[in-house]
């Protein structure tokens, strides 16, 4: 791929759109990973975060047996063969009655690669607001709450750091909107933007076997990955290719996400922005050397692609990923 290539490659990145997964540059010792499967070998949660013009949220009161009474963000696990958007769709319909559209991803929780949620700052665009008079498996009724005044009890309080940066994003968003792309992919896997800059100039990691390409690390399932959170999967990456002994590695968040869910495509593949820098004070025009042949810095030349990632990576301009 040329330097062209990769520059159509990262700006599509940068702008959310996603690109095919060919292969994989790194992924855990031992035998090749099994496709991901939802209510097999994976989960993937969906959650919505709605906020009207009298700053209220919406919040579902739940029906299960074990949590009966308390209130909740509309959320649940997705289905086989469904789209991510679809299932935030059908769940928001199913527990507060509402039609709804996704405005954007506000953030990525993860228990390692096999328990993902996927939380979005949505509006409603139709329905009837469910009543207590319409109870049944899936909730008991919903209904909008000021934003600094919530019903007690909460079914749990990781909810109210997701209300409260949707309120700062609806105040000042601090990243682009970023949706889902239908792209299929058979792993749980991140393509990486990983970074390195100095004063005049900024260097992407670039995987280069066969044609030269955005690295692309598979999540395992193992014990000892499965501690470590997806995050395990990026340093293990970094670790084939440079010494991280004199280096701070920062994972900054996410550009974007691809999903497909029809043909048994349950896999998805997060773009992460990721910093490399050298620990110590001392100027450094040049990035770590490489090690091996399979990788190699790319000096990115385009003033534009340079801008947007030294934006992205001063503001924090992502997605926050959250463990």
């Given amino acids: 791929m040329a330097s062209t290539d990769l520059a159509g490659a990262l700006a599509a990145v940068l702008g959310g759109q996603g690109l095919h997964v060919q292969g994989c540059d790194s992924g855990p010792p031992g035998e090749p990973l099994p496709p991901a499967r939802l209510r097999k070998s994976v989960c993937y949660v969906v959650l919505a975060v709605f906020l009207n013009e009298q700053d209220e949220v919406l919040l579902i009161q739940e029906a299960k047996r074990e949590c009966r009474g308390a209130w909740y963000l509309p959320a649940g696990r997705m289905e086989p063969g469904e789209s991510i958007v679809d299932a935030l769709q059908r769940e928001v319909k199913e527990e507060a009655g509402l039609l709804c559209q996704p405005l954007t991803l506000l953030a990525v929780e993860e228990r390692g690669p096999a328990w993902i949620r996927f939380a979005f700052l949505a509006q409603h665009t139709g329905g009837i607001l469910k009543t207590a008079e319409e109870a049944d498996g899936e909730s008991l009724q919903a209904a909008w709450y000021p934003r600094t005044s919530l019903p007690t009890p909460l079914r749990a309080h990781d909810i109210l750091h997701l209300i409260e940066l949707a309120a700062s994003y609806n105040q000042q968003a601090r990243h682009p909107p970023i949706l889902p792309q239908e792209l299929p992919c058979t792993l749980v896997c991140q393509r990486l933007v990983a970074t390195f800059a100095s004063v005049q100039a900024i260097w992407v990691l670039v995987g280069t076997e066969g044609v030269p390409h955005l690295p692309i690390t598979a999540c395992g399932f193992t014990p000892v990955e499965q501690r470590g959170g997806i995050k395990m999967a990026i340093l293990r990456l970094l670790q084939e290719c440079l010494s991280l002994h004199n280096l701070a590695v920062e994972t900054k968040g996410l550009l974007g996400l691809q999903h497909l869910g029809r043909d048994q495509t349950d896999g998805i593949c997060l ?35 340079k801008h947007q990632l030294l934006q992205r990576l001063q503001d924090s301009s992502v997605v926050p990923i959250y463990r």
């Fill in 271 to 305: 773009d992460v922005l990721v910093s490399v820098a050298f620990q110590d004070q001392g100027l450094h025009t040049e990035p770590p050397k490489v090690q091996g042949e399979n990788f190699s810095w790319w000096k990115v030349m385009e003033e534009d692609l």
